[in-house]
């Protein structure tokens, strides 16, 4: 049996850490199948590269740990954890331009953040305050 792959994603706040090993494909994030993952449409949202990578996916078990930021940055750091092993555990190019065709963001990370807020405009991230009256 080959060793286990580590991998990582991240989205905004939300850190995703994956473990993937040789098995009968099942998928657990933070030890809730997939299957049960709810809302409906982060639970899809983390399907896709399951469904993409359909000749490896029934042959490996992931589990999947995400904590920080929101229901939907934390279904697209699944998601790209979840892509970059699957590429490193086939090691197919074809598998991996397949899912860069399909979208960028399920093996490259999207670096942008949220706008640190500024000092004395009340809560808002733009440092120069909106006048109401032009």
Do not use: C, W
Request: overall charge positive; proline content about 4%; aromatic content about 6%.
């Amino acid at each position: 049996m080959s060793k286990p792959i580590n991998t990582s994603g991240k989205r905004k706040k939300a850190i995703a850490r994956a473990v993937l090993k040789a098995g009968t494909g099942i998928v657990k994030v933070n030890n809730i199948l997939i299957d049960n993952y709810e809302p409906m449409l982060a639970r899809m949202k983390i399907m896709e590269p399951l469904t993409l990578a359909d000749t490896y996916a029934p042959k490996v078990d992931i589990n999947v740990i995400v904590s920080g930021g929101g229901i939907f940055s934390q279904a697209e750091a699944v998601r790209l954890t979840i892509a970059r092993a699957l590429v490193e555990f086939s090691k197919d190019k074809k598998l991996e331009k397949e899912f860069l065709e399909y979208d960028r963001h399920m093996l490259v990370a999207d670096v942008r953040q949220r706008e640190d807020r500024k000092p004395n405009s009340a809560g808002k991230a733009r440092s120069k305050v909106q006048k109401s009256y032009r």
